[in-house]
C-alpha cells in the first residue's frame, strides 16, 4: 500500500486551520469588528431608503469585515478536515488493494474499509494505544506497517499470534503441531494448470487461498515460533506474497485496524469502477 504518511499530513492540516481560525478570533478579528462599528455609526444618521443606500451600507460592511484569504479557506476546510481526521484515525479508513498478494480474496485495485477500533483506539501519526477494545485473532484480514517498511501500509493474513508454533512447508501449513486442511476448489486455468484453489479453515474461520502446483521459493521455508507482542502474517496468494515468512513478525505497535468490507473496484484510472466485488471480507 501507499507511503505516503497520510495520518501526519491530515493532522498538519486539522492543527494549522484550526490555529488560523483560532488566532482570527482571539486577534484578527477585532479590528474588523471595530471597522464594521464604524461604518454602522456613519449610516446610523441615514434613513436608508433607496436600494443604493442599503446596497452602499451592506458593501461598505463587507470590505470593513473582509477576512483575509488565510482565514477564509482556514474556517471552510477546519470542520471538513476535522470530521475527516476524526473519522479515519478512530472509527474506520478506507485503503486501496495496489498488489496481488492477497488474491483470491482481495483482488488489485479493491477499494476497502478498515476498522480503526477493532484492536483499540490508537492515538493519530503515533499510533499508541490509549483504549484497548480486543486483539488480532487468527483468520483475521489486518492492515499494519511492517518492520522492514515502518511508513508503508501493508495488508495481509493474522496466522499466527503471541505462543503459535507455524511451520509451512510445501505448501501444508502447520499451526502448534496441527496441519490446516485445504479443500481443493479449483485448478487454474483448466486445461494447463499452475495453480490450486484451495479453502482453508482457522478457528472457525473459512478462505479461499491460491498455491502454485509446483513447489516455489516461498513454499518451502521453515518453522516461527511468534514472540509476546507480536503477530505472524501471511498473503492469501501464498506464493505470490511478501509477508511474515520474508520479514517477521509484526509488532502490536504496528497495527492500523481490521479490514472488513470491499464497497468498491477501480482497478485503472480510466477504467470505470465496478461494485461486482463488494461485500465482507472473509
Do not use: C
Request: proline fraction near 6%; hydrophobic fraction near 45%; aromatic fraction near 12%.
Amino acid at each position: 500500500m501507499s507511503s505516503i504518511n497520510l495520518p501526519l499530513i491530515l493532522t498538519l492540516a486539522v492543527l494549522i486551520t484550526g490555529l488560523v481560525w483560532l488566532f482570527d478570533a482571539l486577534v484578527l478579528s477585532r479590528p474588523r469588528k471595530s471597522k464594521v462599528a464604524a461604518v454602522e455609526k456613519q449610516f446610523a444618521g441615514m434613513a436608508l431608503d433607496t436600494e443604493k443606500q442599503k446596497e452602499a451600507f451592506e458593501e461598505a460592511k463587507a470590505v470593513a469585515g473582509k477576512e483575509p484569504i488565510l482565514v477564509e479557506y482556514s474556517k471552510s476546510f477546519f470542520p471538513v478536515l476535522f470530521i475527516v481526521f476524526f473519522l479515519r484515525s478512530f472509527l474506520v479508513e478506507p485503503f486501496q488493494i495496489p498488489s496481488g498478494s492477497m488474491i483470491p480474496t482481495l483482488e488489485v485495485g479493491d477499494f476497502i474499509l478498515v476498522n480503526k477500533f477493532a484492536y483499540g483506539v490508537r492515538a493519530p501519526v503515533l499510533n499508541n494505544t490509549i483504549i484497548h477494545t480486543g486483539k488480532p485473532q487468527r483468520g483475521d484480514v489486518m492492515v499494519f506497517f511492517p518492520p522492514h517498511a515502518p511508513e508503508t501500509y501493508y495488508i495481509k493474513r493474522v496466522i499466527g499470534v503471541p505462543g503459535d508454533h507455524i511451520s509451512y512447508n510445501n505448501h501444508v501449513l502447520t499451526l502448534n503441531g496441527k496441519v490446516i486442511e485445504e479443500k481443493l476448489v479449483a485448478e487454474l486455468p483448466a486445461g494447463a494448470p499452475m495453480l490450486r484453489m484451495v479453502t482453508e479453515n482457522i478457528d472457525g474461520k473459512e478462505f479461499t487461498a491460491y498455491k502454485h502446483i509446483q513447489p516455489s521459493r516461498l513454499s518451502v521455508l521453515g518453522s516461527w515460533v511468534v514472540p509476546e507482542g507480536h503477530y505472524f502474517m501471511m498473503g492469501d496468494n501464498r506464493d505470490n506474497s511478501l509477508d511474515s515468512r520474508e520479514w517477521g513478525f509484526v509488532s502490536e505497535e504496528a497495527i492500523v485496524g481490521k479490514a472488513f468490507a470491499v464497497w468498491m473496484h477501480w482497478e485503472k484510472f480510466l477504467s470505470i469502477p465496478s461494485f461486482d466485488h463488494v461485500g465482507v471480507i472473509k
